[in-house]
């Protein structure tokens, strides 16, 4: 079965067929850093991340972008209301979505593009519309004119004549249409500005992407992505102006994730219904909220809250158990195993690949990782240790493909002396009977990020 993508633009799955062979472009609207990250930001990162993984998994090169849009409205009062310059306000925020990617074990991009890096090629991007009578300069602001890219709404699914009420000029503005959007601002007083042909200011929101985009990938992109919230108009605005510059088609994929609810309601700065996703990592491991976000088909939306996570961390739990149960990572690799469990492994090996071919539908993918560590938990009850391992390796290499199971259970070794001396204390307490001690130690565990779980076999430490 070859994979097949869903894409916003045609409304439709199609065959994936690179630009160039062997070879995949992708480029992914990223944050704009006036805060610190949330969950969002994860789920549409991971979303991305998802889909790079598994076309390299099916081995093509992919050349990923994700930017950061370093300036603009917000950062810049951001910066004003903690009396720091915006850049203070840029990097820290952009160090922080760099680290919590990699504590939920999202790859780093090929590239990270700014949008203060690119100030060169938005000014011959934005000359080039001008030439081609797609944009015109007004008092020191640049813009492109809607009215000229006959086909504009075509992602949207919208009508120019439908757009203009609700539209209108601001004061400043010297628009010939309301619906004519900024490639360039003239600088205001006491703001960040770059010199340019028009006068000093700052690059329009949407020019950024694709001049980012382009620099870095090529005139036209295999896969686009971002949330659902871009469709209108920011990568409404990316498509006119690419295509009315170029000539050709800016990307031919576009990969739009759904967004994370809560309670109902997407989240939305404005209300500030969301959770920073540093809040989320202090309660909950980051591979349970990857699992998570991966158990929903990345265009549908998710409903987020610590009770749903709390759910996943149990569900994932049972996932793990067969590897755990055949210390799967550091097991070596063997025959395939026959029988009844060779029959699994294959069928979850088939139904897994037909899931992710099917527009990378992870949702039934883990569906099938589930089907598998059944049938290897069932083999081990059975006696069946030396097939269920090579089992296990399986399960292992598949999640290995959606970046899950990254973390192998801690050894003895690993633990600091503080929770071995607890823990040692604590199995001292129940050879004692002394249950009240033994929930006290069970609590200091906890508090330090150590799971207790009991069992005949004795006393095993998991990390939170």
């Given at each position: 079965?070859?994979?097949r993508?869903?894409?916003?633009?045609?409304q439709?799955?199609?065959e994936?067929?690179p630009?160039?062979?062997?070879?995949?472009?992708?480029y992914?609207?990223?944050?704009t850093?006036?805060?610190?990250?949330?969950?969002?930001?994860?789920r549409?990162?991971?979303?991305?991340?998802?889909m790079r993984?598994?076309?390299?998994?099916l081995?093509?090169?992919?050349?990923?972008?994700?930017?950061?849009?370093?300036?603009?409205d917000?950062?810049?009062?951001?910066?004003?209301?903690?009396?720091v310059?915006w850049?203070?306000?840029?990097?820290?925020?952009?160090a922080?979505?760099?680290?919590?990617?990699?504590?939920?074990?999202?790859?780093?991009?090929?590239?990270?593009?700014r949008?203060?890096?690119?100030?060169?090629?938005?000014?011959a991007?934005?000359?080039?519309?001008?030439?081609?009578?797609?944009?015109?300069?007004?008092?020191g602001?640049v813009?492109?004119?809607?009215?000229?890219?006959?086909?504009?709404?075509?992602?949207?699914?919208?009508?120019?004549?439908?757009?203009?009420?609700g539209?209108?000029?601001?004061?400043?503005?010297?628009k010939?249409?309301?619906l004519?959007?900024?490639?360039?601002?003239?600088a205001?007083p006491?703001?960040?500005a770059w010199?340019?042909p028009w006068?000093p200011?700052?690059?329009g929101?949407?020019?950024?992407?694709?001049?980012?985009?382009?620099?870095?990938?090529?005139?036209?992109?295999d896969?686009?992505?971002g949330?659902?919230d871009?469709?209108f108009?920011?990568?409404e605005?990316?498509i006119?102006?690419?295509?009315a510059?170029?000539?050709?088609?800016?990307?031919n994929?576009?990969?739009?994730n759904?967004?994370?609810?809560l309670?109902?309601?997407?989240?939305?700065?404005?209300?500030?219904?969301?959770?920073f996703?540093?809040?989320?990592a202090?309660?909950?491991?980051?591979?349970?909220?990857?699992?998570?976000?991966?158990?929903?088909?990345?265009?549908s939306?998710?409903e987020?809250?610590?009770?749903r996570?709390?759910?996943?961390?149990?569900?994932?739990?049972?996932?793990r158990g067969?590897?755990?149960r055949?210390?799967?990572?550091?097991?070596?690799d063997?025959?395939?195993?026959?029988?009844?469990l060779?029959?699994?492994?294959?069928?979850?090996e088939?139904?897994?690949h037909?899931?992710?071919?099917?527009?990378?539908?992870?949702?039934?993918?883990?569906g099938?990782?589930?089907?598998?560590?059944?049938?290897i938990?069932?083999a081990?009850?059975?006696?069946?240790?030396?097939?269920?391992t090579?089992?296990?390796r399986?399960?292992?290499?598949?999640?290995?493909?959606?970046?899950?199971?990254?973390?192998a259970?801690?050894?003895?070794a690993?633990w600091?002396?503080?929770?071995?001396a607890?823990?040692?204390?604590?199995v001292?307490?129940?050879?004692?009977?002394?249950?009240?001690r033994?929930?006290?130690?069970?609590?200091?565990?906890?508090?330090l990020?150590?799971l207790?779980?009991?069992?005949?076999?004795?006393?095993?430490?998991k990390?939170?």
């Amino acid at each position: 079965m070859a994979l097949r993508i869903y894409d916003t633009l045609t409304q439709a799955k199609r065959e994936f067929v690179p630009v160039t062979p062997g070879q995949v472009t992708m480029y992914v609207c990223g944050m704009t850093v006036q805060n610190k990250p949330h969950v969002g930001h994860i789920r549409s990162s991971l979303s991305a991340e998802l889909m790079r993984r598994y076309l390299e998994h099916l081995g093509f090169s992919v050349r990923y972008a994700y930017n950061f849009t370093d300036i603009d409205d917000k950062i810049i009062e951001r910066a004003s209301q903690e009396s720091v310059g915006w850049e203070s306000v840029s990097e820290r925020n952009i160090a922080a979505y760099r680290q919590f990617a990699d504590l939920h074990n999202i790859k780093q991009a090929t590239v990270y593009p700014r949008a203060t890096e690119h100030i060169a090629e938005m000014h011959a991007m934005i000359a080039r519309l001008i030439d081609r009578g797609h944009a015109y300069a007004a008092g020191g602001d640049v813009y492109f004119e809607v009215r000229s890219k006959a086909d504009y709404g075509k992602l949207s699914n919208r009508r120019v004549d439908e757009l203009r009420e609700g539209y209108r000029i601001e004061p400043g503005e010297i628009k010939k249409d309301p619906l004519d959007f900024a490639l360039w601002k003239g600088a205001k007083p006491g703001e960040p500005a770059w010199e340019s042909p028009w006068g000093p200011g700052r690059p329009g929101w949407h020019i950024e992407c694709s001049a980012m985009a382009m620099k870095h990938l090529g005139e036209t992109i295999d896969i686009h992505g971002g949330g659902q919230d871009l469709i209108f108009p920011h990568h409404e605005n990316e498509i006119a102006q690419s295509e009315a510059c170029t000539g050709k088609p800016f990307a031919n994929f576009w990969c739009e994730n759904g967004l994370v609810n809560l309670s109902g309601s997407k989240m939305s700065k404005s209300v500030g219904n969301f959770f920073f996703i540093e809040d989320i990592a202090a309660k909950v491991d980051p591979e349970i909220t990857r699992f998570y976000l991966l158990s929903t088909h990345y265009r549908s939306p998710i409903e987020f809250s610590l009770e749903r996570l709390e759910e996943a961390g149990v569900a994932y739990a049972r996932l793990r158990g067969p590897l755990e149960r055949t210390q799967a990572w550091t097991a070596a690799d063997g025959p395939a195993p026959g029988g009844a469990l060779g029959e699994a492994v294959a069928t979850a090996e088939r139904l897994f690949h037909e899931a992710m071919d099917d527009d990378f539908n992870s949702a039934a993918a883990v569906g099938h990782l589930f089907d598998l560590a059944r049938a290897i938990n069932r083999a081990l009850d059975e006696g069946g240790t030396s097939e269920a391992t090579q089992g296990a390796r399986r399960l292992l290499a598949l999640g290995g493909i959606l970046g899950l199971f990254w973390k192998a259970p801690a050894t003895d070794a690993a633990w600091p002396a503080e929770v071995l001396a607890l823990a040692e204390e604590r199995v001292a307490a129940r050879a004692a009977r002394d249950w009240k001690r033994s929930d006290a130690l069970r609590d200091q565990l906890a508090a330090l990020g150590v799971l207790v779980e009991d069992s005949g076999q004795g006393q095993k430490l998991k990390r939170r």
